[in-house]
């Protein structure tokens, strides 16, 4: 089941800031971050973990929330190149690994986000 | 350069004809994904592999099937495509190893139109 993205769309002025959530119906056991730009692959921002977060990228950062199944990226300052659009991806695990649990990424519709000079 | 490789980057094709979309990645990944990416959609998992002749369904598997005969490469067959099938095709790859704290790698995309 995909998680859900909010807001759809967004859209600044450089400088700005702004906060992207990320929400699942499931227990999750890891959030990915990626930004796709036009015509362009995505690229890996951050995970998240169960039991920490994890600050990877820029004025880039990420929390997660085990209890309420959300992640939240914020982006500070924001530049131009920080135009595109992103993905979070999260990990449900179904079962133990050990039972042959197995990772399945599931993404977002994403989230557009605009930033203007 | 690490790199995840597909192939062909554009395809127009006619229904019911058979294709391939090649995928191969050079960082010794074990694991390996294809997702297919429409508009308003996001990118939605096709099939997946945890290593070598384990394959696995994703979110979106009819009408595709898939292989790992190799570690390197997991090629994505259309047997009869199907309009519905037009879109923007990614492979990723990552270490895998029962893990999750790794990050996907994307190949360049495959954008697919089928008539």
């Known amino acids: 089941q995909q998680p859900v993205q909010s807001p759809q769309a967004v859209i600044l002025r450089e400088g700005e800031d702004a906060v992207i959530n990320c929400s699942s119906s499931?227990?999750?056991?890891?959030v990915h971050w990626y930004r796709q730009k036009h015509g362009e692959a995505p690229v890996f921002l951050m995970i998240?973990?169960?039991?920490?977060e994890q600050k990877g990228h820029e004025k880039i950062s990420a929390s997660f929330n085990e209890k309420k199944q959300q992640s939240s990226l914020y982006l500070t300052a924001s530049q131009l190149s920080y135009s595109g659009t992103y993905f979070c991806?999260?990990?449900?695990?179904?079962?133990?690994?050990?039972?042959?649990?197995?990772?399945?990424?599931?993404f977002g519709k994403g989230t557009k986000l605009t930033v203007n000079p | 350069e690490a790199q995840v490789t597909q192939n062909p980057r554009y395809l127009i094709t006619v229904t019911g004809k058979k294709l391939t979309v090649t995928c191969s990645q050079n960082?010794?990944?074990?694991?390996m994904s294809w997702y297919r990416q429409d508009p308003g959609l996001g990118l939605r998992q096709i099939y997946y592999?945890?290593?070598?002749?384990?394959?696995d369904k994703g979110d979106v598997p009819e009408g595709y099937k898939v292989s790992r005969k190799e570690k390197r490469n997991f090629p994505l067959i259309l047997e009869s495509p199907s309009p519905n099938q037009t879109s923007l095709y990614f492979c990723?790859?990552?270490?895998?190893?029962?893990?999750?704290?790794?990050?996907?790698?994307f190949g360049d995309g495959t954008r697919l139109s089928i008539l």
């Open positions: 990723a790859s990552s270490l895998g190893r029962g893990r999750s704290n790794q990050p996907q790698h």
């Open positions: 499931k227990a999750l056991y890891s």
């Open positions: 998240l973990l169960k039991g920490g």
């Open positions: 991806g999260t990990e449900a695990l179904l079962k133990p690994r050990t039972q042959g649990g197995s990772e399945k990424l599931v």
């Open positions: 960082m010794n990944h074990e694991y």
């Open positions: 592999s945890m290593n070598v002749e384990v394959t």
